[in-house]
């Protein structure tokens, strides 16, 4: 990626954007931030030799600008009622701003554009807009007091990102779903407390950053890939499912501690109907990649000749087995650490 100068250039100022919008102390300013992101977002999403890519970056643009256009609308109107004193009831606003960033983070109900748009992205893009891409519609989301449309957001985000992954084949389309799932679950730290936010959102995004950094060597896009693969290192494949099920959530991995934070911290503030809805989603999307590890592990397919020769670097196999160290040890680590303390 970083051998073209017009990519480094744009992905400076997508950080830059999204630098504005998390540091801006008015609506208008974090509105602008958010359009700089867009803007810079957009050429490294199209590429001239697939249609597919293309249109994903098209699908994006459309909607963020409408929901720029939207937030870009009702901050004039919170303007207005701030300067003009105008009689405009501000929780009508409010709501409208947060429909704006549920949109431009791609939380449901809002979240029909994510996983058509994941379909056509390079993994890299993917990683991208699964993590960098959801920091500033989230930070603005943790300014607002519009409880009750969040509340139904989180729900709605987590049920429909563990439903929607039951029955796909393309592993983009996995990774979409399962963002959308973390999506809810970060929206419920947000509302608990900003630090556990970005615990669950760094380590949501290690997890993530190890799988596609897996899936973009081997160009692994959909799951019968992932079964006709690895049958010459087991190490390999072992390792992989091992990361996908930390993703998902399940307790000896590092995937499980920010969820068990955020657990914890919502039985503190007594909202167990809404944790109890967000555990079942997660045991669902843990089912299918449960599934998936089962499929992989036990039938025995046939395997391509060619596929063996695999041109895997030594350090792009150090790091990768580094990482998935910490992700399948790291809460062991964590707890003999504070043991040791």
Known sequence: MFNNSSKILFTTIMIIGTLITVTSNSWLGAWMGLEINLLSFIPLLSD?????????????????????????????????KNNMNMEINESFTSMIIMSTLLLK??????????????????????LMLMTWQKIAPLMLISYLNVKNLLLISVILSVI??????????SLRKLMAFSSINHLGWMMMSLMISESIWLIYFLFYSFLSFILTFMFNIFKLFHLNQLFSWFMSSKILKFT?????LSLGGLPP???????????????FCNQYFILTIMMMSTLITLFFYLRICYSAFMLN??????????KFSNYNMKMYLILTFFSIFGLFMISLFFFML
């Open 160 to 169: 429909i990102g563990a439903i929607g992954g039951l029955n796909q084949t």
């Open 301 to 310: 397919y046939y395997e391509n000749n060619w596929t063996i020769n695999m």
């Open 105 to 126: 983070s791609g939380a449901a109900p809002f979240h029909f554009w994510f996983p058509n748009m994941m379909e056509g992205l390079t993994w890299m893009n993917a």
């Open 240 to 244: 992989l499912f091992m990361n996908f």
């Open 253 to 267: 991995f590092l995937g499980f501690l920010p969820k068990w934070l955020v657990i914890q911290q919502m039985t």
């Open 48 to 80: 001239n030799n697939n249609t597919m890519s293309t249109e994903s970056s098209l699908k994006y643009f459309l909607t963020q600008a409408l929901a720029s256009t939207v937030l870009l609308f009702s901050s004039i109107i919170l303007m207005l």
